[in-house]
């Protein structure tokens, strides 16, 4: 710990690697109680330095750190160890990611409520979104279950939803296995220790379907490692077999199935359970419903009323306070509550052949509950266009008024979603829209979208879409809304679309409902991304290849989100698209900050410069954009400047 600010730089570095490759649980307390600001100030220095293999040993380091207790993550906060990690959020180095996914899961598990709120006011959950969209297994998995962590804490839940980050977390646990998941990586291999599970336990009781489906697909894969060390004991000692048995008797698919697993493969017994498929439910599966919640008094009333699945979407108040005898005001909001919770997990399949719960789900989560009633009502495809307010209130029992209208408005909205003559007046009511290609854009993409969200813009990017999935109308609508159209070229990114003369490809799709749509269209061209002959590509995509754009330079991403910025906010495509020259050879001097505000700076005089003939727009931009500006420029003249 005394060569961490050692003034030999090699001794100081050997000593961190040293020390990243040794923090036990002994050696993390050692630390902690004699040389904590040491430890941490010799991992942020780690982390400033462009050395890959200093990356990785800072943030190694402070990834162990936040596996401590509250007290040490908010010294660690304070010293800057947190703020160290977010910034090395955006390297494109695997390992260093790894580090910085697991320091997050670590940090929001043993953080407490306090430093949880300092990870929201520092932007936390918008960071995590690149690491959940990440093609790496286990740099994706620790983003998502730091996301769950957080997002079960109903006092920031708001704050991290708006991230989006949540939505990748089904699309994990349902394509992923946990035996093979604990098997793909050292790191986890060995499975988690006592007193992390333990941190995770209450997350299995979390309100969020998604923070439950990844906490029980968690302590599946813990149980197959800690059954194949002998050591199951664990889960009766932190408490986790109740928490188990309850997630697998509910009627959510995923988590349910998950905690089961874990229960058989501990040697406990499996509770009934109970099928997503509420309306199929029998007397006896809404008595364990009953129970479940904690209503056990009434189990005998809802036996004598022989209430089954269909029966229970149906109460209203009256028959919950008459017939079953909830006279306490204060319980009845309790059962209700509950009752609209398991009418939004619920799954209505068995009816709802006009997929009205994906209609009303696509409004908001709360406009699930509303389902049932309008199945029920006779509404479908065809009614649907009908339905007025007065059938909204009186046949399917809705009796919130701006509910009501959020839906009439979605019908609406349903009917213009096909094209028309007056879809250019459609209010752009999206800052902007990221179009990216699935293979090797995404990185790239999620980065865009934080760092503009963190500038204050609204960001689309599409997280669920299969490649050769059928094209949504409600992606198209997305575009259509956008005023900006950001194209992500990651190296080949065009190179399906050539010869598309059919339009099946998704990114050509995207780029033509753009053009269609008057968009603001953007280029950020990857350093590897290569132009296909414009005569190659189908005609209605053509001209996306002559609008200007910014080269994407990885090491000076705020340069590169600042020319974005000015694009975005003032200097339009078609003002940009007059002014275009080829690129002309421009030489210009540049050093590279480590600072999330960095000032960028070129030559030696206040932050100007003159950057060659600067085609499109580029040259002679002073402050923070020139750096990028003077790159560019330099590229020379040819198809990328043309480009550019």
């Excluded at 430890?39 to 936040?66: D, P, Q, W, Y």
């Excluded at 995404?442 to 990017?461: C, D, E, N, T, Y």
């Amino acid at each position: 710990m005394k060569n961490c600010v050692h003034k030999d730089l090699t001794l100081q570095f050997s000593s961190a690697q040293l020390l990243e490759q040794c923090l036990t649980t002994e050696n993390r307390k050692h630390v902690v109680d004699n040389g904590l600001d040491k430890v941490v100030n010799v991992a942020c220095v780690c982390t400033k330095k462009s050395n890959m293999e200093h990356s990785r040993v800072g943030t190694g380091i402070l990834e162990h750190l936040f596996k401590h207790s509250e007290g040490t993550c908010s010294d660690v906060i304070r010293l800057g160890g947190l703020d160290a990690v977010l910034f090395e959020c955006r390297t494109s180095d695997v390992e260093t990611l790894r580090h910085c996914a697991s320091a997050l899961a670590n940090l929001s598990l043993y953080g407490g409520a306090e430093n949880q709120e300092e990870m929201i006011l520092r932007k936390v959950p918008m960071w995590l979104f690149p690491l959940a969209f990440h093609n790496d297994d286990n740099i994706k998995y620790y983003a998502c279950l730091a996301i769950a962590v957080l997002v079960a804490n109903k006092e920031i839940e708001a704050e991290v939803l708006k991230s989006g980050c949540l939505d990748l977390v089904e699309p994990f646990v349902t394509t992923h296995d946990p035996s093979a998941f604990a098997r793909s990586n050292l790191a986890h291999a060995h499975g988690q220790s006592k007193h992390w599970l333990k941190r995770l336990v209450p997350v299995l009781s979390s309100n969020r379907e998604e923070a439950r489906n990844l906490a029980a697909f968690h302590f599946c894969m813990e149980a197959g490692i800690k059954r194949e060390q002998g050591n199951t004991d664990i889960f009766r000692e932190i408490n986790a077999i109740e928490a188990l048995k309850t997630v697998a008797s509910c009627p959510n698919a995923i988590a349910s199935k998950f905690a089961a697993q874990a229960l058989r493969l501990i040697g406990e017994t499996v509770p009934h359970k109970l099928s997503q498929q509420v309306p199929l439910w029998s007397v006896e599966d809404v008595q364990e419903w009953v129970k479940q919640i904690g209503f056990n008094g009434y189990i005998d009333r809802f036996e004598e009323s022989q209430v089954d699945g269909d029966l229970l979407l149906k109460l209203n108040q009256d028959n919950l306070r008459d017939d079953i005898g909830i006279g306490n005001g204060i319980l009845l909001r309790r059962f209700e509550r509950e009752l609209q919770n398991l009418k939004r997990m619920a799954d209505y399949s068995s009816k709802d052949t006009a997929k009205m719960h994906q209609f009303l789900s696509e409004i908001g989560t709360d406009y699930c509950t509303y389902t049932y009633a309008m199945l029920n009502a006779g509404i479908d495809k065809c009614a649907l266009p009908h339905v007025n307010e007065d059938m909204l209130m009186t046949e399917c029992g809705i009796h919130n008024s701006i509910h009501r209208l959020r839906i009439l408005n979605a019908v609406k909205n349903l009917e213009n979603s096909l094209p028309s003559s007056s879809e250019e007046n459609m209010a752009k009511t999206l800052d902007v829209f990221v179009s990216y290609r699935r293979s090797n854009g995404s990185q790239l993409a999620s980065l865009l979208k934080v760092h503009l969200q963190l500038r204050g813009f609204s960001v689309f990017i599409d997280v669920e879409r299969l490649e050769a999935g059928k094209f949504d109308n409600g992606l198209l609508n997305s575009i259509r809304q956008a005023k900006n159209f950001v194209l992500v070229l990651t190296p080949d990114a065009l190179h399906r679309c050539i010869a598309d003369e059919d339009c099946k490809d998704w990114v050509h799709r995207e780029i033509v409902a753009a053009l269609n749509s008057n968009c603001n269209i953007i280029p950020i061209m990857d350093q590897h991304f290569d132009w296909p002959e414009v005569e190659k590509l189908p005609e209605d995509m053509r001209s996306v290849a002559h609008f200007n754009g910014v080269s994407w330079i990885h090491d000076y991403q705020d340069a590169c989100i600042d020319k974005l910025e000015r694009f975005l906010r003032g200097e339009k495509n078609i003002d940009r698209i007059a002014a275009m020259v080829p690129g002309t050879p421009g030489a210009v001097s540049y050093q590279r900050m480590h600072s999330n505000d960095s000032d960028y700076q070129s030559g030696g005089g206040g932050g100007a410069s003159s950057s060659g003939g600067g085609g499109g727009g580029g040259g002679g931009v002073g402050g923070a954009g020139s750096v990028v500006d003077g790159l560019m420029a330099a590229n020379g003249s040819g198809q990328v400047g043309q480009h550019e």
